[in-house]
């Protein structure tokens, strides 16, 4: 089954750290580039961080650069996101997308809370 499924998210308080963690499976991780998405109450989904299939190649939204950092196994067809120095407004859902066969494969995401 073609499915990302991600773990690791939680309360945390404001200076706090988290990793993110999203599996892949049921088609080749290795040739895919990933993507980790937040979205927050009221507010559209958005980009956070990219990374590139072999993982030479990161991206970042300047809200976070600096602060997370994204990587990947794959070897364990897994994609992760180290948080840390987190802050309230980091709160959101976390999901991990990837963009396969003209569609955009995504995970079920996971609740990150960081309280002041």
């Known amino acids: 089954q073609v499915q990302l499924v991600e773990s690791g998210g939680g309360l945390v308080q404001s200076g706090g750290s988290l990793r993110l963690s999203c599996a892949a499976s049921g088609f080749t991780f290795s040739s895919y580039g990933m993507s980790w998405y937040r979205q927050a109450p009221g507010k559209e989904r958005e980009l956070?961080?990219?990374?590139?299939?072999?993982?030479?190649?990161?991206?970042?939204?300047a809200s976070v650069k600096g602060r997370f950092t994204i990587s990947r196994d794959n070897a364990k067809s897994t994609v992760y996101l180290q948080m840390n120095s987190l802050k309230p407004e980091d709160t959101a859902v976390y999901y991990c997308k990837t963009y396969r066969l003209g569609y955009d494969l995504w995970g079920q995401g996971t609740q990150v809370t960081v309280s002041s």
């Open 48 to 61: 956070v961080a990219y990374i590139s299939n072999t993982g030479i190649s990161t991206s970042y939204a």
